[in-house]
């Protein structure tokens, strides 16, 4: 699976797989590790890094209305918290990757008005990286 990810991904096609390891993560909690494993020692380029840390801010701009909603017994979206712990381990495991652009956004969102859902985001994120 290494061999065909970064035949894929290094190939030109960096944002279309992208797309779908974000899509598959934020469904499927019990992936995320494996696909992280997929990624490490220097099997994707920087590039291709850059691409999928570019899909998890598109993710979370482009399904807000969907993070937004928080179910009756006051958890947020149940595929939000498997992005975040994505991106946490994503941006833990390849501290080359700039993290400042999905901070920018989570920032701007929450100084725009009362999201929890970034609020949450943001708290996952650091706690899970920083391991507090």
Known sequence: MRKEASKLANNGNCLILGHQIIRVCSNYDNLIKLLIQVMERGTFSDMALDMIAFCIL???????????????????????????????????????????????YYLNRIKDGDNYYEIFGLSTLLTSMFGF
């Open 58 to 104: 598109r993710n979370l701009i482009e399904k807000q209305e969907d993070y937004s909603k928080i179910d009756a017994e006051g958890f947020v979206n149940v595929n939000l918290n498997y992005l975040t712990n994505f991106a946490s381990l994503f941006f833990k495991s390849f501290s080359q990757i700039d993290l400042e652009p999905l901070m920018t």
